[in-house]
């Protein structure tokens, strides 16, 4: 089927593509990098009337950090959380779950806000962000809302945007105490490859050396990127053990709605989770990170 014509806009404020938006109407189409919007265009699953470029949009761009913590305009690329060592050393998972998007040249333009806005159930850094309690701030055109990114995600390839809304930044407080997280991304084979099973883990230990956070989330583990509460419970208030860790990774294990595709079958995604979230932990502790 040939692809329909659409106008292209590249507004250059925050305001000018908010305005754009709301005059286009709901064919309008917002695109970042467009490593995903290019994709369905050709394979006909989009046809927009208009498509308005977030690219050069300077309120949706660039890092800042603070010492409450970090945030990234929604335009940031994975490149950008990749070769930033600051993040690599306070977000550490956020850090390996982008680095481990696509290829290089994916992550030179396919955005941290786009991974988000595309809600698949594999999104790779949507799973690094859940780790850290991410909030998304979306413009609205008449104002502004914070959501917490779990309650972004409306199920696969659906958000609660509504039409003309943007995400416009997603925020992180650092983490207190001491804090130890990995992500680790399972693939078939060691390409460019999307995630079999996506996994997370994050530990924040308190004065009394007991787990006082813990954050476990999945990538392809349900209809959208989505945290593990029974196996976190079951680590907050213990010791950081191997006995609490493992069970903590079982019930995971239990809880996560894998299926059988041809990237891989049910019962070794959930082997996966069953022996990663150890290693995972294990990992951090040892190398110090978080
Ligand atoms: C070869 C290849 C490899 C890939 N590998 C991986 C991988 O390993 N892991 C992974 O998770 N993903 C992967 N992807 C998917 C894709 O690269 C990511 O989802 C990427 O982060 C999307 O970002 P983008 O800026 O390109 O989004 P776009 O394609 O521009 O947009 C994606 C969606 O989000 C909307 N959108 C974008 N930004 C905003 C915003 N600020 N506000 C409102 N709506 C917005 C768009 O309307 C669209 O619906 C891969 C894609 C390709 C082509």
Not at 144 to 168: K, Q, S
């Amino acid at each position: 089927m040939a692809a329909k014509g659409f106008s292209y806009h590249r507004p250059t404020s925050l305001g000018e593509a908010l305005a754009l938006l709301a005059d286009l109407g709901p064919g309008a189409v917002p695109v970042a990098g467009a490593t995903d919007v290019w994709v369905n265009l050709r394979a006909g699953k989009l046809a927009p009337e208009a498509l308005v470029s977030l690219r050069n949009v300077p309120e949706l761009s660039g890092l800042r950090k603070t010492e409450h913590g970090l945030a990234l305009g929604a335009c940031v690329t994975h490149a950008e959380v990749e070769d930033d060592p600051w993040v690599a050393e306070h977000f550490p998972a956020l850090h390996q779950a982008c680095s481990g998007v696509g290829s290089r040249q994916v992550r030179n333009v396919a955005t941290v806000g786009g991974n988000l806005c595309n809600a698949a159930p594999s999104a790779d850094s949507a799973v690094g962000l859940l780790l850290y309690d991410a909030e998304c701030r979306i413009e609205t055109g008449i104002g502004h809302r914070d959501v917490p990114l779990t309650e972004f995600f409306a199920g696969p390839n659906r958000t609660v945007l509504g039409p003309g809304e943007v995400l416009a930044e997603i925020r992180l407080p650092l983490p207190a105490g001491r804090t130890f997280a990995g992500y680790r991304k399972i693939t078939r084979r060691k390409a460019v490859e999307l995630p079999m099973i996506g996994i997370g883990a994050r530990v924040t230990l308190g004065a009394d050396g007991r787990v006082a956070e813990a954050r476990i989330a999945l990538g392809v583990a349900g209809p959208t990127p989505l945290r593990v509460r029974k196996a976190e419970d079951r680590l907050e208030g213990e010791l950081l053990t191997r006995e609490a860790v493992a069970e903590a990774a079982e019930i995971a294990a239990q809880q996560a709605k894998v299926r059988d595709s041809w990237r891989g079958e049910a019962w070794y995604r959930r082997e996966m989770i069953r022996v990663w979230i150890p290693r995972i932990l294990d990992e951090a502790v040892l190398s110090r990170k978080g």
